[in-house]
């Protein structure tokens, strides 16, 4: 199985500031015939169902706002929030979906310094 | 506008059974891959069952196969997940996702409010 592990586990910044979150695959999600990364983010706000940000390790959703950014390839990828908004404390979860069975990281509680 | 709901959660026994559903409307049903999730309490999600837009497929976590039955009924837009000898891991808030692919299971880009399933004596 691919296993995702995300760091850090919980990090606090300030209103205004970039918070990053990083995921690492045990295993490259990026598939070489059409060269995209398996890999998507997903925001749950507490007491909600997650709610899709980036698909393709880049592309963001439709709606999400331009603030939220993902990069990376093959193992190593970065969720980057480049200006913290009050309404982004939530916890974030990667997700590969190169192999089954699908898998998630382990989460990144994301608070307001 | 879509919209994802499910039912059918509650206390089960330990090697009760349950069947969970999932209404969706707003979106062409029959053209997506479909997919439970569960969220134990204060944990991390953990992907369960996915079954192709045709129902003629299904893949199946490993704490899943053997146990869960996933399946849908593509003339009411809903999708099910048979709980046969739940355990008390199994206890978690289980949520519906809709797919981007008929056929693989992909990202997930709505999902339901969930249901919670207690498995307890």
């Known amino acids: 199985d691919f296993v995702l592990t995300q760091s850090p586990d919980s990090l606090a910044v300030s209103l205004g500031e970039r918070a990053t979150i990083d995921c690492k695959s045990s295993q490259s999600v990026l598939y070489s015939s059409n060269n995209k990364n398996y890999l998507a983010w997903y925001q749950q706000k507490p007491g909600q169902s997650p709610k899709l940000l980036i698909y393709w390790a880049s592309t963001r959703e439709s709606g999400v706002p331009d603030r939220f950014s993902g990069s990376g390839s093959g193992t190593d990828f970065t969720l980057t929030i480049s200006s913290l908004q009050a309404e982004d404390v939530a916890v974030y979860y990667c997700q590969q979906y190169f192999s089954s069975p699908i898998t998630f990281g382990q989460g990144t509680r994301l608070e307001i310094k | 506008e879509v919209q994802i709901l499910e039912s059918g959660g509650g206390l089960v026994q330990p090697g009760g059974s349950l069947t969970l559903s999932c209404a969706a409307s707003g979106f062409r049903f029959s053209s997506f891959a479909m997919t439970w999730v569960r969220q134990a309490p204060g944990m991390g999600l953990q992907w369960v069952s996915t079954?192709?837009?045709?129902?003629?497929?299904?893949f199946y976590a490993d704490s899943a196969r053997g146990r869960f039955t996933i399946s849908r009924d593509n003339s009411k837009s809903t999708l099910y997940l048979h709980m046969n000898s739940p355990r008390a891991g199994d206890t978690a808030i289980y949520y519906c996702?809709?797919?981007?692919?008929?056929?693989?299971?992909?990202?997930?880009?709505?999902w339901g409010q969930g249901t919670l399933v207690t498995v307890a004596s």
């Open positions: 996702a809709k797919g981007v692919d008929p056929h693989v299971p992909d990202w997930f880009d709505s």
């Open positions: 079954i192709t837009a045709s129902g003629g497929t299904t």
